[in-house]
């Protein structure tokens, strides 16, 4: 199985700041990589496809990007909104494995 | 508007079944992948089950820790995906999410279904 290895666990930063959450992949995962954001009792909604590729509808200042085996999801200009738990996840070989998730507070 | 929406969990003991389903709305069902994936209390993300549209054969992956204990199937008919959960342990608690391949990969998540194994 591919270990999906995420850095930092949890994180603080204020309102406006630049936050990044690295994901390591124990191996070659060619670029298929997601990105999620979860909310307290809310079903997963992704953000990053194939690493780098926005999905239709998030913000702009969400961007991952990243090749082989290491991968980082960046947050430009933090909101308030933003409080949440972020996970990657690698879709190149079964099974399907995700980062152990970073949790983010707003100070 | 992609719709999934999760039903069946609920409280069950341990090795006892239960069935949990998803249906689907605003796309051609059978054209599309559909996952199953959990999440135990406080915990992360964990994929459990995949199967492919007909196009690609209906083919059927499984996690190795449900494997031989749940089967996923799908009724394109009804727009449903099922996940039927045999000899159920505690560890199996989780709240349950169907997903669907739409434009990629687990683009559109339903809003999952808590199911309880205790006794």
């Known amino acids: 199985d591919i270990q999906m290895t995420q850095s930092p666990s949890a994180l603080s930063a204020s309102v406006g700041d630049r936050i990044t959450i690295t994901c390591q992949a124990s191996?070659?995962?060619?670029?298929?990589l997601n990105w999620y954001q979860q909310k307290p009792g809310k079903a997963p909604k992704l953000l990053i496809y194939d690493a780098s590729n926005l999905e239709a509808g998030v913000p702009s200042r969400f961007s991952g990007r990243g090749s082989g085996t290491l991968y980082t999801f960046t947050i430009n200009s933090l909101h308030p909104e933003d409080i949440a738990t972020y996970y990657c996840?690698?879709?190149?070989?079964?099974?399907?494995?995700f980062g152990q998730g970073a949790k983010l507070e707003i100070k | 508007e992609v719709q999934l929406v999760e039903s069946g969990g609920g409280l069950v003991q341990p090795g006892r079944s239960l069935r949990l389903s998803c249906s689907a709305s605003?796309?051609?069902?059978?054209?599309?992948?559909m996952s199953w994936f959990r999440q135990a209390p406080g915990k992360g993300l964990e994929w459990v089950a995949f199967i492919r549209s007909k196009f690609y054969g209906g083919t059927i992956d499984y996690a190795a820790s449900v494997k031989g204990r749940f089967i996923i199937s799908r009724d394109d008919s009804k727009s449903i995906a099922n996940l039927q959960m045999d000899s159920l342990e505690i560890e199996d608690t989780a709240v349950y999410y169907c997903?669907?391949?739409?434009?990629?990969?687990?683009?559109?998540w339903g809003q999952g279904t808590l199911v309880t194994v205790s006794s």
């Open positions: 605003g796309f051609t069902f059978g054209e599309y992948a």
């Open positions: 996840q690698q879709y190149d070989s079964l099974p399907y494995t």
């Open positions: 191996q070659d995962i060619g670029n298929y």
């Open positions: 997903a669907v391949n739409y434009k990629c990969y687990f683009d559109f």
